[in-house]
């Protein structure tokens, strides 16, 4: 920031003065002008400036060496037809000429140096791989702590950027008088440090702050905004949000329904009913990744191991419900017709 405040200054005292220099004191209003000019030279400046941060080193370099190539190819095409307009005495066109394989050449070399520079393979020096695209840790996926399986299994693998907020409320959650959301905040801080520990994770602290925007949901948002970064959750309702904003979001929930076994209608399984439904006769029992099952006329087998029927099942972005039947029920249901007397 002191940086750019020195450019602004130097841009636009800079302006003024070469104005001041230039126009006589009868011409007095160029000299604001040029302040005004210098001013917007400098702002112009910081823009390209915020702009080129976003590209590649690489394409930058490639983009310049085309450019380089292409004058030189322009110039070599223009020495040639020098020779040509002697003979034809047409000196007049000749500028014209130049001007425009200078610039036909070089915006060429320029295009196709960036683009290409990708497939630039000599000496050693292949292709280089773009850096991943930054991924931010918010703090519910830290807190349910499955986002340290799946990087202690190799799926995930690279830099995980904690924001400074983020830690900060998970050290306030770690800090809370309630003893829930203590042992809640602790174990947040367990799993970081489990993840610090793991071969190829590295977990960045992020220093990026957002003081004009309240919540840390809001922040997470901004800095994935910003820095093109997806964001790490288990959170519906940030997933909502950031999708709207058209943000990449990593779900770990729908992550882990995605690895669920599929179950299709007409499959037999053995379950535990573990509890009643909430409709009269319903019994409810648990899959081992926790997909809850939906048990018809199974209320009074609670706490029994039954064979049931799956009927029907009903993904929802919350998970995966299972409807079924007793077995034993299902065998007894035979299709009946209706008859008539004559």
Do not use: H
């Amino acid at each position: 920031m002191i940086i750019r405040m020195i450019l602004i200054a130097a841009c636009s005292i800079s302006g003024f003065f070469i104005a001041y220099l230039t126009y006589p004191p009868n011409q007095w209003w160029a000299w604001p002008l040029g302040f005004i000019i210098g001013l917007l030279i400098a702002f112009f400046v910081i823009k390209m400036e915020q702009d080129i941060r976003k590209i590649s080193l690489r394409i930058i370099l490639g983009g310049v060496v085309g450019m380089i190539v292409g004058l030189i190819i322009a110039f070599l095409l223009a020495y040639g037809l020098n020779f040509v307009s002697n003979i034809k005495q047409n000196q007049e066109v000749v500028p014209w000429i130049y001007a425009l394989l200078t610039g036909i050449m070089g915006y060429l070399g320029l295009v196709l140096g960036s683009k290409k520079i990708e497939e630039f393979n000599i000496f050693g020096f292949g292709q280089a791989k773009e850096p991943d695209e930054a991924r931010v840790l918010d703090t519910s996926v830290i807190i349910d702590g499955r986002i340290a399986d799946v990087c202690d299994t190799g799926f995930i693998e690279g830099t995980l950027v904690v924001p400074r907020f983020v830690l900060d409320e998970l050290q306030y959650i770690a800090d809370s008088s309630d003893s829930l959301k203590r042992s809640r905040g602790r174990r947040g801080l367990d799993i970081l440090n489990r993840m610090q520990k793991m071969a190829g994770i590295t977990i960045e602290i992020g220093e990026q702050d957002f003081p004009k925007i309240k919540g840390v949901d809001a922040k997470l948002v901004a800095l994935a905004r910003k820095t093109n970064a997806k964001i790490l959750t288990n959170d519906f309702n940030l997933n909502k949000v950031a999708e709207l904003q058209g943000i990449k979001i990593l779900n770990v929930n729908e992550l882990a329904n995605a690895l669920k076994p599929v179950v299709l209608p007409g499959e037999t399984m053995t379950v535990k009913i573990i509890k009643e439904g909430k409709e009269p006769g319903q019994g409810v029992a648990y899959l081992d990744d926790g997909t809850m099952i939906i048990v018809d006329n199974a209320q009074k087998f609670q706490s029994s191991v039954v064979d049931v029927l799956v009927t029907s099942v009903l993904q929802t972005t919350a998970g995966r419900m299972i409807f079924s039947e007793m077995k034993s029920l299902a065998a007894d249901k035979k299709p009946f017709a209706l008859s008539t007397k004559s």
